[in-house]
């Protein structure tokens, strides 16, 4: 069995995480410790990946242009007759393959999951952006795909409105349902990654042997419980309470994404203990991050600083000091060391938010209050996206 260089026992933070840090707890959780012996199993999966969405992405995309097969997919998804041959017979293909309704499919539990993604309201916007993608920036493999596509030069303004785009309109109610927003940027996201995969294999000087395939099979699944256990700790880490059949319906609602994305069924959890195993066995047997890592986390880190949002430069530099905040308080001084961050002491003012998330949520097992505060949550995100999207929009102006 071939084995890529990247895997390899973490020794650095990772290995920090497990026995110092948030995955103490995690391991509690669970009957025993998971072995690590067993990991070698999900090798294979380092070299596996979307075939059908790459088939449909040469048939589709590579003929038409990467904007105009986006657009075939949009209108497909609303209305399959609105697509001429050829191009309809290479959608009809891919579009048979998905089952939008899985037998083992719980839409209702799924509900709850969107519900406890709402009801994080701007809190949760911060741990993904804080503790999910900047803790993801620790591993040098998963992140190698965005090195080779140029999303540094491409800043991380625009790869933080993008992620943000997608996240709330997925999160929104029913938005997963057939011909919904939420569906179709799911399926527009599966094109992104398979078009990037090609294009690095083609393109790039793409090392097989020590990355394994760009975006495989088990990389996907590292993003999917980033969004969805690890989500769930960071939420947690802000005093948020989360009642047991949230836990269930986040995991659900991401296996149902997972299995839109093309991720393998085999690989994605129905529980919050097969969720740590995963998590477990892919973060202790990833290399530890590069130069790229760091390269990746200073222009997270700087993001405020280039965005259009505050308007005022002394907002900005504010805004940086927050978020630094929040990465050392979610992620712990190790990794933030590690990731070569800042430090801060200004940005301690963002505590304020924790203690506030502590008393609005102390009543959140009541229905009613619940209610109200997925309400409230969800408002406060609409409000994110709408900032992203209209400063990123004049800053892409600028530039143009």
Not at 99 to 109: A, G, H, K
Not at 139 to 166: C, E, H, M, Q, W
Not at 307 to 334: F, V
Request: net charge positive.
């Amino acid at each position: 069995m071939e084995i890529p260089s990247r895997f390899k026992t973490n020794i650095s933070s990772f290995h920090h995480y497990w026995t110092m840090g948030a995955g103490v707890g995690l391991l509690e959780k669970l009957q025993q410790k998971p072995d690590l012996n067993q990991a070698k199993d999900f090798i294979p999966y380092l070299f596996s990946y979307d075939e059908l969405a790459d088939t449909l992405v040469k048939q589709l995309h590579q003929q038409v242009g990467f904007t105009k097969g986006q657009q075939l997919i949009k209108d497909y998804i609303a209305d399959p007759t609105a697509v001429a041959a050829p191009f309809k017979e290479a959608l009809d293909v891919f579009f048979n393959q998905i089952d939008p309704s899985p037998s083992w499919l719980d839409w209702e539990l799924l509900e709850s999951g969107i519900d406890l993604s709402q009801r994080a309201g701007l809190s949760g916007l911060i741990v993904l952006r804080d503790y999910c993608l900047m803790g993801g920036y620790e591993s040098a493999a998963i992140n190698k795909p965005l090195i080779y596509t140029g999303a540094l030069k491409k800043g991380a303004v625009k790869r933080l409105a993008d992620t943000v785009d997608f996240w709330v309109d997925v999160m929104g109610k029913g938005a997963l349902r057939r011909n919904q927003i939420g569906f179709q940027k799911v399926i527009e996201t599966r094109m992104i990654h398979s078009f990037s995969r090609i294009n690095i294999l083609a393109k790039t000087n793409w090392d097989k042997t020590e990355w394994g395939i760009p975006l495989n099979h088990w990389d996907m699944l590292a993003t999917n419980l980033g969004f969805s256990l690890v989500f769930m700790v960071g939420l947690q880490r802000m005093k948020f309470q989360i009642i047991p059949e949230e836990i269930t319906g986040l995991l659900h609602l991401w296996k149902y994404i997972g299995h839109l994305l093309g991720i393998p069924l085999q690989l994605l959890p129905d529980t919050e203990e097969q969720a740590i195993e995963s998590l477990y066995y892919w973060t202790m047997t990833q290399k530890e991050g590069d130069a790229d890592s760091k390269l990746l986390a200073h222009a997270l880190q700087e993001e405020p600083i280039v965005a259009y949002y505050p308007e005022s430069a002394l907002g900005r530099k504010m805004m940086r000091e927050i978020h630094l905040y929040y990465n050392h308080y979610l992620l712990g001084s190790y990794s933030c060391r590690i990731l070569g961050l800042d430090t801060t002491k200004i940005g301690a003012i963002a505590y304020l938010n924790v203690l506030k998330n502590k008393m609005r949520n102390s009543k959140a097992k009541l229905a009613q209050q619940r209610h109200l505060l997925i309400k409230k949550g969800r408002a406060e995100q609409l409000e994110v996206k709408r900032i992203y999207l209209t400063y990123n929009k004049r800053a892409n102006n600028k530039n143009q």
